[in-house]
């Protein structure tokens, strides 16, 4: 199995928010943690009222291609205790693949719609793309260009509300 990059997207906005977040983020630990960020809160993204989120991004590089990356999150979610509900509703744990590197340098390129890469929506969410720039200043998101230009490009007033989270660590 060829070795992977993925960065990746937590979010939470049920329950013990900063415990799943954590949780996550402990557990990848074992599956080759790269970098974290702190968490941040922020406003929900898109149509559906439900309460602030927590999230954070998290670079992990390990045995698991792109595939093996959106199980891994998957099993990150049904350890929180996700269970089904509506597209962009409420939950206690979500992990997005937002993108993911061969180690030859070269981006995983995907319209399948069960594994899409790059997350088609990463792009235009400041709760992925300010807390991915705070840890990784260099980062670029493949096709849409540098994570710094995509958040100088969005609402100021969308990048202010993403806030850092004071009761971290
Ligand atoms: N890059 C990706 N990362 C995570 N899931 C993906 C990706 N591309 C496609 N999917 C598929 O999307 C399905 C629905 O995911 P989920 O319920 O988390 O969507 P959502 O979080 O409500 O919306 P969004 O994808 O906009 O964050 C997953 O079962 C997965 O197969
Ligand atoms: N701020 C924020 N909003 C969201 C988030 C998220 O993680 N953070 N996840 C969603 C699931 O699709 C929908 N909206």
């Given at each position: 199995?060829?070795?992977?990059?993925?960065?990746?997207?937590?979010?939470?906005?049920?329950?013990?928010?900063?415990?799943?977040?954590?949780?996550?983020?402990?557990?990848l630990?074992?599956?080759?943690?790269?970098?974290?960020?702190?968490?941040?809160?922020?406003?929900?993204?898109?149509?559906?009222?439900?309460?602030?989120?927590?999230?954070?991004?998290?670079v992990?590089?390990?045995?698991?291609?792109?595939?093996?990356?959106?199980?891994?999150?998957?099993?990150?979610?049904?350890?929180?205790?996700r269970?089904?509900?509506?597209?962009?509703?409420?939950?206690?744990?979500?992990?997005?693949?937002?993108?993911?590197?061969?180690?030859?340098?070269?981006?995983?390129?995907?319209?399948?719609?069960?594994?899409?890469?790059?997350?088609?929506?990463?792009?235009?969410?400041?709760?992925?793309?300010?807390?991915?720039?705070?840890?990784?200043?260099?980062?670029?998101?493949?096709?849409?260009?540098?994570?710094?230009?995509?958040?100088?490009?969005?609402?100021?007033?969308?990048?202010?509300?993403?806030?850092?989270?004071?009761?971290?660590?």
């Amino acid at each position: 199995m060829p070795m992977a990059r993925a960065v990746l997207s937590l979010g939470a906005n049920l329950g013990d928010r900063a415990g799943a977040l954590r949780g996550a983020i402990e557990a990848l630990k074992d599956d080759g943690l790269v970098a974290r960020s702190v968490l941040y809160e922020t406003p929900p993204w898109g149509p559906v009222e439900q309460p602030p989120y927590l999230n954070a991004v998290v670079v992990v590089r390990g045995d698991r291609d792109a595939a093996g990356w959106l199980a891994r999150a998957h099993e990150l979610e049904q350890a929180a205790g996700r269970t089904r509900e509506v597209r962009w509703g409420a939950r206690t744990l979500d992990v997005d693949v937002v993108t993911v590197t061969g180690d030859d340098g070269a981006p995983v390129l995907s319209d399948d719609p069960a594994l899409t890469l790059p997350h088609p929506r990463a792009h235009e969410r400041a709760f992925v793309l300010v807390p991915w720039l705070s840890l990784d200043p260099t980062a670029v998101l493949p096709g849409r260009g540098r994570v710094a230009d995509l958040v100088a490009a969005l609402p100021p007033e969308d990048v202010a509300a993403v806030a850092r989270w004071e009761h971290l660590q």
